[in-house]
């Protein structure tokens, strides 16, 4: 339910705008209390009056009208929100918001909000893979804004393709996970480690592996979001850092340790989501080694093992491990929980395409002290990082 929650909702000027009028009848039988603001062209698809009497709210469309209170009313309406919703949203106002521009109703009181603001896209397929409006999209999710895909199917332009708004229902769905989030880890300080290491040979050459970054990330994000302090020390990626972390940037697996040790004591979960490299070369070559017409032969000496040291030093924090594996997956994960004293540890195949360390999904299954298993079924890295963290709150409780 979304009982007493306060929405405004920013309509834009597109064809969707009417699907808009289903949302509010939705949003306020959830038991929300919904404000719309209409940019100037949305009021050439529809009709404030729809608006309002769905509402039952006066509909605010004009930033010089007279104000009903005498009170600036895009500042008190930025401030009223506990959620901002924009939908449809065109190229033209994720434009605007990219470039901070604020110059009528909805933009000004986007600039001015401190809530959540969600963007429900519907244009036309072309419009929507532009790579301005894609560029623009992308920044603005680094910004923070939350963005509801739009969906394939027959646009009103005739096309077929992605661009068409969510359907109404699914906007609610995505707007109560929002709020169900909650504040949940305030006062928490959680150290996330993601990423790889790199281990240097010589000024050209490294040992690494492939893990990407995205799964701490975004555990890193989802604790944030859950209004954690956030400590993201992470190995070399090409992730953007999610807003509100503080970011330790590190290279190898003996900065990731020194880092964590410094941060380790003033932390109350752990979560090492990081592909630490297990050795690294005896002798680091100041100069590019040169090939010869022999084998080259390097030798590795064993990098600390960052999790077990901290299985050792622990006293009220909860210690989160990672079991990246390619056989034996519950041995393998067991063992590792035991040896490194963990609370939990999440465990997932490395082997298949939807679950390896690039891949926008991931799926496999969480023990924790007693060895008992839930089952975590393929879903976004996003959605397993709240299920992650949903099992830590038990812990904490
Ligand atoms: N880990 C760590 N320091 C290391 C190696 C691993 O902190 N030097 C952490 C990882 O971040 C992960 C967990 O330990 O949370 C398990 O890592 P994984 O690479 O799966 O296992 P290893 O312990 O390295 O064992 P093996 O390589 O033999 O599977």
């Given at each position: ?7 405004v909702?920013g309509v ?7 699907k808009?009028a289903?949302?509010?009848s939705?949003l ?12 100037k062209s949305a009021?050439?698809f529809i009709?404030?009056l729809t608006f309002?009497?769905?509402?039952n709210n006066?509909v ?7 104000p ?12 009223w ?5 924009i939908a449809?949203?065109?190229a033209n106002?994720?434009g605007?918001?990219a470039a901070g521009?604020?110059?009528d109703m909805?933009t ?9 603001v969600?963007i429900a896209p519907?244009?036309?397929t072309?419009?929507y893979n532009?790579r301005?409006v ?5 920044y603005?999710?680094?910004?923070g804004?939350?963005?509801i895909?739009?969906?394939?199917g027959?646009?009103a332009?005739?096309?077929e393709?992605?661009g068409?708004?969510?359907e109404?229902g699914?906007?609610?769905e995505?707007?109560?996970?929002v709020?169900?989030?909650g504040e949940d880890l305030?006062?928490?300080t959680?150290?996330v480690?993601?990423?790889p290491?790199?281990?240097?040979i010589?000024?050209v050459?490294?040992?690494t592996?492939g ?5 701490g990330y975004?555990?890193?994000?989802a604790?944030v979001e ?13 992730l953007?850092?999610?807003?509100g972390?503080?970011?330790?940037k590190v ?5 990731m340790?020194?880092k964590?040790?410094e ?8 979560i ?7 050795y690294?070369p005896v002798?680091?070559s100041?100069?590019?080694i040169?090939?010869?017409?022999d084998?080259l032969?390097i030798?590795?000496e064993r990098n600390p093992?960052i999790?077990y040291?901290?299985?050792k030093?622990?006293?009220k924090?909860?210690?989160v491990g990672?079991a990246a594996?390619s ?5 393998y994960a067991?063992?590792k929980?035991?040896?490194?004293n963990?609370?939990l540890?999440?465990a997932?195949d ?5 679950t390896g360390?690039?891949?926008d999904?991931?799926?496999g299954f969480?023990m924790?002290?007693?060895f008992?298993?839930?089952n975590?079924p393929?879903?976004s890295?996003?959605?397993?990082a709240?299920v ?6 038990q812990?904490?409780?």
């Amino acid at each position: 339910m979304l009982s007493d929650k306060k929405i405004v909702l920013g309509v834009c000027g597109g064809i969707a705008a009417y699907k808009c009028a289903d949302l509010v009848s939705r949003l306020v039988k959830e038991g929300a209390k919904v404000k719309v603001v209409m940019t100037k062209s949305a009021q050439e698809f529809i009709t404030p009056l729809t608006f309002q009497t769905l509402s039952n709210n006066r509909v605010i469309t004009d930033l010089f009208a007279e104000p009903q209170n005498w009170e600036v009313e895009h500042i008190s309406l930025a401030q009223w929100a506990d959620c901002l919703v924009i939908a449809p949203a065109t190229a033209n106002v994720i434009g605007k918001l990219a470039a901070g521009i604020a110059d009528d109703m909805l933009t000004t009181v986007v600039a001015a909000t401190k809530a959540k603001v969600i963007i429900a896209p519907a244009m036309n397929t072309n419009m929507y893979n532009n790579r301005i409006v894609r560029k623009n999209i992308d920044y603005l999710i680094d910004m923070g804004y939350l963005f509801i895909s739009p969906a394939e199917g027959r646009l009103a332009c005739g096309d077929e393709g992605l661009g068409r708004l969510e359907e109404p229902g699914n906007i609610v769905e995505f707007i109560k996970r929002v709020f169900d989030k909650g504040e949940d880890l305030k006062g928490k300080t959680v150290l996330v480690t993601a990423g790889p290491t790199r281990e240097i040979i010589d000024p050209v050459r490294f040992i690494t592996n492939g893990s990407s970054g995205k799964m701490g990330y975004a555990v890193a994000e989802a604790a944030v979001e859950q209004g954690a302090k956030v400590i993201l020390v992470s190995g070399p990626t090409t992730l953007t850092p999610p807003q509100g972390v503080e970011l330790v940037k590190v290279t190898s697996a003996r900065e990731m340790y020194e880092k964590v040790m410094e941060y380790f004591p003033l932390c109350d979960i752990v979560i090492k989501a990081a592909a630490v490299s297990d050795y690294r070369p005896v002798n680091v070559s100041s100069q590019k080694i040169k090939k010869t017409h022999d084998n080259l032969e390097i030798k590795l000496e064993r990098n600390p093992d960052i999790l077990y040291e901290l299985g050792k030093l622990k006293t009220k924090q909860i210690l989160v491990g990672f079991a990246a594996e390619s056989t034996n997956i519950f041995e393998y994960a067991k063992e590792k929980l035991e040896k490194k004293n963990l609370d939990l540890i999440v465990a997932n195949d490395i082997t298949r395409d939807e679950t390896g360390f690039s891949s926008d999904t991931n799926a496999g299954f969480i023990m924790d002290r007693d060895f008992s298993m839930e089952n975590i079924p393929k879903m976004s890295k996003h959605q397993m990082a709240d299920v992650i963290l949903e099992k830590v709150k038990q812990l904490i409780k």
